[in-house]
């Protein structure tokens, strides 16, 4: 996937870039960076690991398997609960299941793949070679891959800046106006 973004990158004549990865996105851009350090300046990771834990483990197959039941109402709320704090989950959790109602898997097979993906993932090995400025974005209450993921990525890469988001689930970026404010300050500094 990373391969498919430097190419992507070449055909639009875009030589370097900021880039910034939240959760499966942060894999993928962990791998860019790794592999071809010419096309990053700056890199963002954002509630992404460079393994799954166990919680994280858990979390996606529960995910593959209710992908490949196809119960599609199940999957939205426990994405949604997994995902949110408990006070956001509740204030939309009726949202989730009329999605759930109405919605359906459109491409069982490709999520099917990014599920397998981000269960094979493993770039603990690679992380020495991310030597550009990175900022590695936590949440306290991460129910998907845990803060100790983002305290994992901080300890592997060099000249990187943490923080961690107390009262924020995995969906910090979508919860937390201060999530774009401190991405800004990085990317401008």
């Known amino acids: 996937m990373a391969a498919d973004v430097a190419e992507a990158m070449e055909i639009l004549n875009i030589t370097s870039a900021y880039v910034m990865g939240i959760s499966q996105g942060g894999m993928i851009a962990q791998w860019l960076a790794a592999d071809f350090p ?3 300046q700056k890199l963002v990771l954002a509630v992404t690991t460079a393994k799954l834990s166990n919680l994280g483990r858990e979390r996606i197959s529960c995910w593959l398997n209710l992908i490949q039941t196809g119960t599609y ?5 426990d994405i949604a609960r997994h995902s949110y704090t408990t006070k ?3 204030k939309f959790k009726y949202l989730y299941r009329i999605m759930g109602i109405f919605g359906n898997i459109k491409d069982k ?3 099917d793949i990014q599920a397998v993906s981000c269960l094979k993932h ?3 090995d690679f992380l020495e070679k991310i030597n550009c400025p990175t900022l590695i974005v936590g949440a306290e209450k991460d129910e998907v891959l ?3 993921a983002s305290l994992r990525l901080h300890q592997h890469i060099k000249s990187n800046q943490l923080t961690i988001f107390s009262e924020c689930g995995h969906a910090l970026y979508e919860q937390n106006k201060d999530f774009q404010k401190r991405v800004l300050v990085f ?3």
């Open 122 to 124: 493993d770039s603990l």
């Open 187 to 189: 990317l401008e500094s």
């Open 109 to 111: 097979q490709r999520i």
């Open 38 to 40: 010419e096309k990053v």
């Open 88 to 90: 956001s989950f509740e």
């Open 146 to 148: 845990g803060v100790e």
């Open 73 to 77: 109402k199940d999957l939205m709320i």
